[in-house]
């Protein structure tokens, strides 16, 4: 059974930082990706960044160079750190896993991020 389970969001002003991590537990798949997605009220879901079971790292557009995005394996824990944050970087940010940067499955139930 695939438990992934964010932590860290929380209020915050813009121009400061936050990290959220991402516990995943019961996966065991050797090739994998894991990445976060965001979504705000009455936008679509958005794909911030993933990272592949070699370590190559992708960033939407919009977030590079402000967001950056680590695992520590040992803890089979995600991490999104995100600087700088802006108003628009509000949403219900999510952690996701799958065999391959394209597709999927898992997800965990989100921790909401809002700047203001």
């Known amino acids: 059974h695939v438990q992934l389970v964010e932590s860290g969001g929380r209020s915050v002003q813009a121009g400061r930082s936050l990290r959220l991590s991402c516990a995943a537990s019961?996966?065991?798949?050797?090739?994998?990706?894991m990445g976060w997605f965001r979504q705000a009220p009455g936008k679509q879901r958005e794909k911030v960044a993933t990272?592949?079971?070699?370590?190559?790292?992708a960033y939407a557009d919009s977030v590079k160079g402000q967001f950056t995005l680590s695992k520590d394996n040992a803890k089979n824990t995600l991490y999104l750190q995100m600087n700088s944050l802006k108003p628009e970087d509000s949403a219900t940010y999510y952690c996701?896993?799958?065999?391959?940067?394209?597709?999927?499955?898992?997800w965990g139930q989100g921790t909401q991020v809002t700047v203001s």
């Open positions: 996701a896993a799958g065999g391959t940067c394209s597709s999927f499955p898992y």
């Open positions: 990272i592949g079971s070699d370590g190559t790292t």
């Open positions: 019961g996966y065991t798949d050797s090739g994998h990706c």
